[in-house]
């Protein structure tokens, strides 16, 4: 799977409902209402932030790959579609099982880079030998030095715990994933393959490295957190949930003073915001929250006409919904309710 099929797999979700900038966005892992909307509406939350490198002009370039192989074609200015010969292309490729950018993104960063040193620098200690550390960051060797300080057991039994959780917890991903995740780990007697050097020695795109390690990472994260007790030492590794938060910053201010019994125009002017945008942070409020009350916005009157539109129409666009409910329902009630179905609405 190359960068190439990403793209596709996202424009496929999206079916012109939106401009391919939503995808470059949600690669990126913009934190606007907009593209955790995006993500929640049209099932491609699992694919937030797992490009935060992306560069628009390579993102361009790729879009006009994809329109010279006819896999996509233009339906307005930066909307497309995909082609039979899309669909069809897509059919070949598959994602990581357990990837997902915006659950597990932030928590499998942090994960990585306080185990890759930890490993390098338990490895280098059995040896006795001086190392230039793999990960830089302030805050993470701070927690390496701070962590081998307190922790209550020897360094062999460090050694032997960590071998042991870690082949554990890899030994439930594919053999490819695990490969790519200890391959690129650092110990005293070998240096931790690139990107590059992994695609060379397993003759696939470095792309599809890239999505293996990450599928591997959160796959990690995602044991852990279910599995508790079970890896009590990579539990110590992983940082506390509140690194994550899946809400904008701006709207976890919204929420709190939502909570605090105060209505949007209220809220807006507290904040200086316009409406528009208290309203954007209420539906990104609702797409995360599965118990939030959107009938505290909404008749319910309008919700269940509204939900009646979308199951008759089939569809997830706004503009058709408008049109089809008229100016008695307002785009703000349209996406509220569809935030409300969230992933549990099927296209």
């Known amino acids: 799977m190359r960068l190439l099929h990403v793209i596709l797999y996202g424009l496929k979700q999206i079916n012109g409902e939106r401009t391919s900038a939503s995808v470059y966005h949600l690669l990126k892992g913009k934190r606007s209402s907009q593209t955790l909307q995006d993500g929640t509406i049209y099932h491609l939350s699992f694919l937030f932030g797992v490009y935060k490198k992306l560069d628009r002009q390579i993102y361009d370039e790729q879009i006009n790959v994809l329109l010279t192989e006819n896999w996509i074609k233009q339906i307005q200015e930066n909307t497309y579609i995909l082609t039979n010969a899309g669909e069809e292309e897509l059919k070949h490729h598959q994602f990581p099982k357990h990837l997902h950018g915006l659950q597990y993104g932030e928590l499998g960063e942090w994960i990585w880079k306080r185990l890759a040193l930890l490993v390098q620098t338990v490895s280098h200690l059995q040896e006795r030998s001086s190392f230039l550390p793999v990960q830089q960051e302030l805050e993470v060797t701070a927690w390496v030095k701070r962590f081998l300080l307190a922790f209550p057991y020897s360094r062999e039994q460090l050694r032997d715990m960590l071998y042991r959780e870690s082949e554990g ?109 208290i309203e954007d942070h209420i539906v990104e409020i609702a797409m995360n929250e599965p118990d939030f009350p959107i009938d505290s916005f909404l ?49």
Do not use: C
């Open 299 to 347: 008749p319910q009157e309008t919700i269940e006409t509204v939900k009646e539109a979308i199951s008759r129409m089939q569809t997830r666009k706004l503009r058709v919904l408008k049109q089809h409910l008229g100016e008695e329902i307002n785009y703000f009630a349209i996406r509220l309710v569809l935030a409300a179905l969230g992933g549990a609405y099927e296209a």
């Open 169 to 277: 917890i890899l030994l439930q991903v594919t053999e490819q994933e695990a490969t790519v995740f200890v391959l690129r780990l650092t110990g005293a007697e070998r240096i931790g393959y690139t990107k590059m050097q992994l695609a060379q020695f397993l003759r696939i795109d470095a792309f599809h490295v890239h999505l293996l390690f990450l599928g591997a990472v959160h796959f990690i994260v995602k044991e852990i957190t279910k599995q508790q007790g079970t890896y009590p030492l990579l539990e110590m590794i992983l940082p506390a949930a509140d690194i994550r938060n899946v809400l904008s910053i701006s709207t976890q201010k919204t929420y709190m003073h939502w909570k605090q019994g105060k209505s949007m125009d209220e809220i807006a002017a507290i904040r200086g915001l316009k409406r528009n945008t």
